[in-house]
Each structure stands twice: as structure tokens, then as C-alpha cells.
């Protein structure tokens, strides 16, 4: 098992900025992919960003390339989600997953997962 705990939520205003943690604990020797998603109310889980275990390979969504930036702190088993230029669009519940080395699902698709951390709220005020 892997878990997973995410931090850093908040409120900010539009344009700000704020920072997520995730870290996982646990069998991570397992993990290939540490990602980002989010979801608002009666919506699905989207996806936002994803990072190899290994650091070298990256994908965002298109609707925060360019503003936020996932990386990766090897050494301590977490991955960071920089989110700069806030829109109220970002409003959701933010939550991180790790995937294994599994099929060869697309890395935007929350089945690609297998651990998933219980989430962390961002709010963006106009």
C-alpha cells in the first residue's frame, strides 16, 4: 500500500498563488506516477498534472500550462504543484494520486491511479 497525503490548500485571491504538498509514505518503490487532479461539485475528477517517479517527464492539462508547474522532491517522496496566476476556475478539491507500473492507461485518466490521497480545497476569490 502507498499512502498518500496532500497540504497546502487555501483561499486566495484571483492572480495569486498558492502551493500544494503531496507525500507519500508507505511502498513507493511501486510508484511510477505522482499526479494532480481536481474536482468541483457534481462535476468528474479532471486532470491537472503528472509527474514520473522519476522526475524526467511531465504532462499538464491545457487549462493550467504555462501557470502551474508539478515537480518533484526525490529525496523526500513528494511532489509539489505550483499555482501561480489564479483564476476563480481553479476553485476545487485538489487531490493527488500515485499510479504503479501498470497498462498502459493514459497518464491524464483517473484510472491510470491506484492510491489517492483525500484531498485538499483551493478557493479562488474574484
Known amino acids: 500500500q502507498v499512502q498518500v497525503v496532500e497540504s497546502g490548500g487555501g483561499l486566495v485571491q484571483a492572480g495569486g498563488s498558492l502551493r500544494l504538498s503531496c507525500a507519500a509514505s508507505?511502498?513507493?518503490?511501486?510508484?511510477?506516477?505522482m499526479g494532480w487532479f481536481r474536482q468541483t461539485p457534481g462535476k468528474e475528477r479532471e486532470f491537472v498534472a503528472t509527474?514520473?517517479?522519476?522526475?524526467?517527464?511531465?504532462l499538464y492539462a491545457d487549462s493550467v500550462k504555462g501557470r502551474f508547474t508539478i515537480s518533484r522532491d526525490d529525496g523526500k517522496n513528494t511532489v509539489y504543484l505550483q499555482m501561480n496566476s489564479l483564476e476563480p476556475e481553479d476553485t476545487a478539491v485538489y487531490y493527488c494520486?500515485?499510479?504503479?507500473?501498470?497498462?498502459?492507461?493514459?497518464?491524464?485518466?483517473?484510472?491510470?491511479?491506484?492510491?489517492w490521497g483525500q484531498g485538499t480545497q483551493v478557493t479562488v476569490s474574484p
Open positions: 508507505g511502498r513507493t518503490g511501486v510508484a511510477y506516477l
Open positions: 494520486a500515485v499510479a504503479g507500473y501498470g497498462p498502459a492507461t493514459a497518464w491524464n485518466s483517473t484510472r491510470r491511479y491506484d492510491y
Open positions: 509527474i514520473t517517479w522519476s522526475g524526467s517527464n511531465t
